[in-house]
C-alpha cells in the first residue's frame, strides 16, 4: 500500500464522517447521507478501488461507533465505493464512476440490506422498502460528486489520466 494514498484516504474518511455526520436526512427508520456518494466518487476516480472500499468501510464504522449511522451503511457503501472504483478503472470515465455508484448503492446495496436489517435490526419491511431511499441517496451525493469532480478537472485542480496513453479525459 501507498503511503501517501493511505493518508489521502484517511483524510476523505475524517471529512466523510464529519460530513455524513451533519448532513443526514432521516427518511423512516433510516438515515440517508449523501456526502459517503460524494466521498466513493472522489477516492474512486483519484485512489482506485481499493481504496474507495477502505473510505466506506472507515466511515461507516466511525459513523456506527459514535451513533450516527446505522449497519445499514455498510452493504450499500461499500458495494457503490467497489463499483464506482472497478468501473472507472476499465472505463477511465466519469460517468462510469456514477454508474457504478448508483447501481452498487442506490439497487445492489439496497437489496443487501433487506437481510441485514431483518436480521440485526428485526425491521419488518418488504424486499425494496429500502430502494427508494437508497437511490435518493445515491442519486444526491452522485450529483454532487460528479459536479464536484468537474469543477476540479476544469480548475485544473486534479488530473485524471489514462493510463495506457498517459493522456487526459
Known sequence: MNNRKMVQTALIIAIGYIGSSLIVIPLGFMRIAPLQHMMNLLTSALLGPGYSVLQAFGVSLLRNLTGTGSILAFPGSMIGALLSGVFFLHQRKIRSLIFGELLGTGIIGSLLSYPIARLF?????????????????????TISGYLLLRHLIKRKKIYLVREEKNEEI
Not at 435490526?121 to 451525493?141: H, T
Open 121 to 141: 435490526l428485526s425491521q419488518k419491511a418488504s424486499l425494496f422498502a429500502f430502494l427508494p431511499g437508497f437511490f435518493i441517496s445515491s442519486l444526491v451525493g
